[in-house]
């Protein structure tokens, strides 16, 4: 399981830049003293130095090129059934002034430590937690399920052989989880940054993906006064309808097993894709992703296997259908509202580790099920259960789980008048091959922001005024919204790290120039490196504010950045949910 831990939290931690803030270090005091802190609910477990430049993640490998740091472990305890730990890396020397808070990935349960490493590296003194879910025996992947039941994917991806029920039965662990945990992290991790520095942070950052991305809303939404930028990637804000997609998808190719896409067919299909649509969306004819699958209109029955034709070389008429239904959504079965979004297309990948349908079809259940334990109990892991994964009704069963979860676990709303009043400043990204996350769920987010500026306005398209015609945004509700929130698609992008197209990029120092120097980004350079290592540099692109879109120039190396300019987009359509399951 640990080796596949980069592909919950966020990609672009892992390439931002150290930004200088013009004073000396501070002086600290000895971070054995942190040991007999006093701070409220909270048990300081340890605080030790690292000197050595090196640190041994449990169960993984060494992450070398560490600073000097104080780490400090700790306990908090807002709920007599409340056990959140946390952990904050203090840089002795060579702390920026800044603090960072991180978030983690799927139902977390574990500290995710490339995320603090990469903090201090750039000089922040930087924080992560479990989100209280280690306590129930949660890993990022499941936290409840019927066990793993032998199956081969399942173990290695850590599903415990026990059935488990997660955090059911313990409503104050899943505040924890919702929302407490993340708020209270920030809480205490700014008081031990002022006990050890002498004095308090100049500035507060917090940067997650996925479940990181919903700390991240979640933040901004609920304690607007936390932080003073807010990067929040491939945010899984709509938690709940974002699960029963999982059980949508998972039904989907377990109806029958004709239903079932073959080995191979995934990359058959997104060649097909490719071959379709790319270049017609602005990017390169030689691309390998789309840079807006929203131009894309594939329909995969023309794959449809003809005379002696067979899978895996094409798709039968239930695999057909299989696909149709992957990018048309989770449908209410009876009055057909969408759920949530579909997948785009584009993100069609053989590769599990991208977490998309070859690693969920495979599985003996769908993929963060988890959740509905929580509701359901044990018995929603029981074939002859009245509600179980295999027979969820997306009509009939919903609003029970909305009814219990949706008001801790989803980050919906958007009024961010407070954040916005305290000069706080949000940048979201999402890629554009994400096979877990619906891409367009970050724009529907953001447009529901737009929509909140001004009449008018109407969410779900994007209309002609909408868009910047060369003098600025012509729409003053867009105008005011990116006063103090923007989005970035990111072509090729996979679920925050991944994909075949420029993968890599520093979206924090564009935000901290954003916050300290009033400079907001309107382009992000990107880079793919030759098999995802750096330091060889396979392409660049530019990543440009939405709803603008990368157009190659028509001449020269179009592997190069300089020869893409960020022009208008047209008004594309953007598949939402229905009012009641959106934004």
Not at 62 to 73: D, K, S, Y
Request: proline residues 7%.
């Amino acid at each position: 399981m640990k080796r596949h831990r980069h592909l919950l939290v966020g990609a672009t931690m892992a390439l931002f830049a150290c930004v200088a803030i013009g004073s000396s270090p501070a002086m600290a005091t000895p971070c054995t003293n942190l040991r007999s802190l006093q701070l409220q609910h909270t048990v300081i477990n340890s605080a030790d130095d690292n000197t050595t430049g090196t640190f041994v993640p449990p169960g993984s490998s060494p992450i070398t090129g560490l600073p000097a740091f104080c780490r400090v472990t700790a306990t908090l305890i807002p709920s007599s059934d409340s056990s959140i730990r946390i952990e904050v890396w203090l840089p002795e020397s060579t702390w920026n002034g800044r603090f960072l808070g991180t978030g983690g990935g799927g139902f977390q349960g574990v500290i995710t430590y490339n995320e603090l490493a990469s903090g201090i590296q750039a000089g922040f003194a930087a924080t992560n937690s479990d989100l209280g879910t280690g306590s129930s025996g949660c890993n990022p992947l499941f936290c409840g399920s019927a066990g793993n039941m032998g199956n081969p994917l399942a173990i290695e991806f850590g599903d415990p052989a026990a059935p488990s029920t997660g955090l059911f039965g313990h409503p104050e662990r899943i505040k924890d989880f919702g929302y407490r945990a993340i708020h209270l992290m920030t809480e205490r991790g700014k008081e031990i940054v002022n006990a050890f520095y002498g004095h308090r942070s100049q500035r507060a950052y917090f940067a997650g993906c996925s479940t990181g991305g919903q700390n991240a809303l979640m933040e901004a939404q609920r304690f607007p006064n936390d932080y003073d930028g807010i990067l929040a990637g491939a945010a899984a804000f709509n938690r709940t309808h974002l699960h029963m997609a999982g059980l949508y998808g998972w039904q989907n190719t377990h109806a029958s097993p004709g239903r079932f896409i073959q080995a191979g067919q995934m990359t058959l299909i997104n060649q097909a894709v490719l071959k379709q649509c790319v270049g017609q969306d602005g990017g390169a004819k030689t691309d390998q992703f789309l840079t807006d699958p929203r131009d894309c209109h594939f329909d995969p029955k023309v794959l449809l296997c003809k005379g002696g034709n067979a899978p895996p070389a094409c798709l039968t008429s239930d695999q057909v259908t299989t696909m149709q239904r992957y990018y048309a959504g989770t449908i209410d079965p009876v009055n057909g509202q969408i759920i949530n979004p579909g997948s785009e297309r584009g993100n069609e990948t053989d590769d599990i580790l991208a977490l998309g349908l070859a690693f969920q079809e495979r599985l003996p259940e769908p993929a963060f099920d988890g959740l509905f334990y929580w509701v359901f109990g044990p018995s929603f892991g029981y074939p002859a259960s009245a509600t179980n994964f295999a027979n969820f009704d997306f009509h009939r069963d919903v609003d029970k789980v909305d009814d219990q979860l949706a008001a801790v676990l989803n980050a919906t709303s958007t009024d961010l008048g407070d954040f916005r009043a305290h000069g706080g400043k949000l940048l979201m990204y999402h890629g554009w091959a994400d096979p877990l996350i619906p891409s367009q769920s970050s724009i529907n987010y953001f447009l529901a922001l737009v929509g909140n500026e001004g009449p008018g306005f109407q969410q779900g398209a994007q209309p002609v005024g909408f868009f910047d015609h060369g003098n600025g945004p012509s729409n003053p509700a867009l105008r005011r919204t990116q006063s103090y929130a923007r989005l970035f698609m990111v072509p090729g992008l996979y679920h925050c790290s991944g994909g075949p197209g420029p993968n890599t990029f520093d979206a924090l120092t564009p935000l901290v120039k954003w916050v300290e120097a009033g400079v907001a980004p309107d382009t992000i350079l990107a880079t793919k490196f030759v098999a995802d290592t750096p330091p060889a540099v396979q392409m660049t692109r530019p990543l440009c504010v939405f709803p603008k879109v990368a157009k190659y120039n028509g001449s020269g190396d179009a592997n190069n950045a300089a020869n893409f300019t960020c022009v208008t987009d047209e008004n594309d359509f953007n598949q939402k949910p229905a009012p009641k399951y959106g934004p």
